[in-house]
């Protein structure tokens, strides 16, 4: 039975949101059309855990802006599932994680996308950071794991060093970092995007916080679009002999779930391109089993498993196990997956080609939640002038390392990078 192969869900409770993120890709603000009645809510719950499902994480917009939220919580608890959330962290009070702790939340994400000014900016509201920082110490103090996550993109890359060691005086005992990639909102603020040959720079910094974070008891987590491949792969990835990129997992170990019932095989993926049905109209066992949206990976380790590769993906040795990288970040700057410019090893062996690849916006997105536009690739000798008017453009002296990191081992410079 192929349902087996879903264990963890990604749900969308609502879209309603109190921030206004320059980088969120559901354009989270204002409620979606027709979200889930309570009674459908509690009925998905029913069936997460009917296919299989082990650990489901409420996300928004803001998931507690949603009336029934805690029930919500509190029947996926009940159903025998580990409930988590992802959360910005504005206006979570030490009551209200009380409450998150009696309805089953065992762990809590806070995003921290900066230092505060950074952050606010990012967030678009002043005071979120001071906020996100309240939440963790009242989730704490109610007994709630936490953990942070982190989106790296130009204006919070410089940043990298001391954000980390914010959150590690905070108490989190767990990182997840992302790179920004163009979707939503994000589509709309490209500036902002790490350009693809910026990544010489940016993952040895990675490298060197990681291997900080992991002596000083802080879990690093790559999300799924950091990598692939280079000279820190296994460390960031767990530091086992198999903990390397294994290919995207949507629709084999993870659902994602909209807010008015659509299903998708990962919560980041494009709505329109990748949305198998609407448990409105379909049960989530037959969209699982039957849809190909959800199917696109089964194909993984045979020859159709790189059908849809193109580009340097197309020619790279690690094709078969890679298959093109995470799926949404491909699809979000080509209208297609495929071909994915976030890529260390790609970074690295254009470089040792003397070959700078960057994106530039070719079609915007329409203004839908999870809308993407198109971008195009551009591959020049690296000596080539960069263009003019880029203020943000990223590059390792920007860098901001504190003093308590004067006694730190520097990483060893990679091929290409400007260090």
Known sequence: MTYHRITYAVWEITLKCNLACQHCGSRAGNTRAKELSTEEALD??????????KEVTLIGG??????????????????????????????????????????????????????????????GRQNSWQWAFKTIGNLQKAGIFV?????????SAPEFPCIYERIRDAGAKAWQIQLTVPMGNAADNSDILLQPHELLDVY??????????KREGVHVQPGNNIGYYGPEERMLRGGEAFSFWQGCSAGLSALGIEADGAIKGCPSLPTTPYTGGNIRDYDLRTIIEETEELRFNLGAGTPKGTEHL??????????ELCRGGCSWTAHVFFDKRGNNPYCHHRALTQAKNNIRERVVIKRRADGKPFDNGE?????????APLP?????????????????????PLMAPLVGSSN
């Open 44 to 53: 998905l719950v029913k069936q997460l855990a009917d296919v299989g499902i």
């Open 62 to 123: 803001e998931a507690f802006l949603r009336a029934d939220w805690l029930e919500i919580a509190k029947a996926i608890t009940s159903a025998g599932m580990l409930c988590g959330m992802t959360t910005g962290g504005f206006g979570i009070n030490l009551d209200t994680a009380h409450r998150m702790k009696e309805a089953g939340i065992k762990v809590v994400s806070v995003s921290v996308d900066g230092l505060e000014a950074t952050h606010d900016r990012l967030r």
């Open 147 to 155: 953990g942070c996550n982190t989106q790296i993109n130009r204006l």
């Open 204 to 213: 040895p910094m990675i490298a060197r916080v990681a291997h900080r974070a």
């Open 310 to 319: 193109w580009g340097f993906c197309k020619t790279c040795e690690f094709a």
């Open 375 to 383: 971008f195009s690739l551009i591959e020049e000798a690296i000596q």
């Open 388 to 408: 003019e008017n880029d203020p943000l453009r990223f590059s390792a002296d920007k860098i901001q390392w504190s003093e308590s990191w004067h006694s730190e």
